[in-house]
């Protein structure tokens, strides 16, 4: 009775989004704060590669983890609240 590879993977990788989050909502450091979110949706991402589904996992690639944490510290930067 072996766990199949591919369960195994799903498994780690959704450990890292539930970590990831956590990490993103205890840790004091915004900035530290948004890359830990942005990690988690880009093991999202991983994920939806994982489970056969490419597009959902472009999608969230690009707009999760990318256009969402650019748009974080976009914001950080021009109110000075990167500390």
Do not use: H, W
Not at 50 to 70: C, F, H, N, Q, Y
């Amino acid at each position: 009775m072996s766990i199949p590879v591919i369960t195994l993977l799903t498994i780690l990788l959704c450990a890292g989004i539930l970590i990831s989050g956590l990490l993103a909502v205890t840790l004091d450091n915004l900035l530290s704060a948004v890359i830990s979110a942005g990690l988690a949706s880009l093991f999202a991402s991983v994920v939806y590669v994982v489970l056969a589904a490419p597009d959902v996992a472009m999608t969230e690639a690009s707009i999760g983890s990318g256009l969402t944490t650019m748009i974080f510290l976009y914001a950080m930067r021009k109110t000075q609240g990167g500390d």
